[in-house]
T-cell receptor, first 112, second 113 residues
Framework: DTGVSQDPRHKITKRGQNVTFRCDPISEHNRLYWYRQTLGQGPEFLTYFQNEAQLEKSRLLSDRFSAERPKGSFSTLEIQRTEQGDSAMYLC??????????FGSGTRLTVV | EDQVTQSPEALRLQEGESSSLNCSYTVSGLRGLFWYRQDPGKGPEFLFTLYSAGEEKEKERLKATLTKKESFLHITAPKPEDSATYLCAVQADSGGSNYKLTFGKGTLLTVNP
């Protein structure tokens, strides 16, 4: 058990490009969450998966955002046509039935 | 809508100077209140979960307490390595099963040697 892994750690992209982030949760955790954190703010909920099913999406998740969790293992978060306002830290967390939430180190996205 | 307010936004202490951080919350029904520590450029690191008013938990120099409206994180004789942002989050009993967390903005703690 190496915790929650996120890749890449940092991503710099030009406005209008598409980006994809990956999260590998703790293997026995069936719940997976994506959060977004901007400077000076706490993390904000984006979306939630239980196994492979995406059960909730925040109003923050515009049509340009899509998330998947095929086979209930790793998850990807894709942002299409990036905007400068998408610049943030994207955090992934996983949770099992009896454990607390474990966060990854995040992916820092900078849109230039 | 669930709300979490943390105060102060920033706190500067001298090494050994004890203090407390506050987290006020408004939720439809509290399932759990969480405290996390976050270092710059890293993800939040779990500290405590509190479930009911009157509950207290301790870890080294940190002690978390919970009432029906707020939680306190007490820091006793802090050291420079305690410098970090401390985040409070609530998990509400909204009737669903997503168990998502709602965070406050955090308190940036700086401990000077």
């Amino acid at each position: 058990d190496t915790g929650v892994s996120q890749d890449p750690r940092h991503k710099i992209t030009k406005r209008g490009q598409n980006v994809t982030f990956r999260c590998d949760p703790i293997s026995e955790h069936n719940r997976l969450y994506w959060y977004r954190q901007t400077l000076g703010q706490g993390p904000e909920f984006l979306t939630y998966f239980q196994n492979e099913a995406q059960l909730e999406k925040s109003r923050l998740l515009s049509d340009r955002f899509s998330a998947e969790r095929p086979k209930g293992s790793f998850s990807t978060l894709e942002i299409q046509r990036t905007e400068q306002g998408d610049s943030a830290m994207y955090l992934c967390a996983s949770r099992g039935p009896y454990y607390g939430y474990t966060f990854g180190s995040g992916t820092r996205l900078t849109v230039v | 809508e669930d709300q979490v307010t943390q105060s102060p936004e920033a706190l500067r202490l001298q090494e050994g100077e004890s203090s407390s951080l506050n987290c006020s919350y408004t939720v439809s029904g509290l399932r759990g209140l969480f405290w996390y520590r976050q270092d710059p450029g890293k993800g939040p690191e779990f500290l405590f979960t509190l479930y009911s008013a009157g509950e207290e938990k301790e870890k080294e120099r940190l002690k978390a307490t919970l009432t029906k409206k707020e939680s306190f994180l007490h820091i006793t004789a802090p050291k420079p390595e305690d410098s970090a942002t401390y985040l409070c989050a609530v998990q509400a009993d909204s009737g669903g099963s997503n168990y998502k967390l709602t965070f406050g903005k955090g308190t940036l703690l700086t401990v000077n040697p």
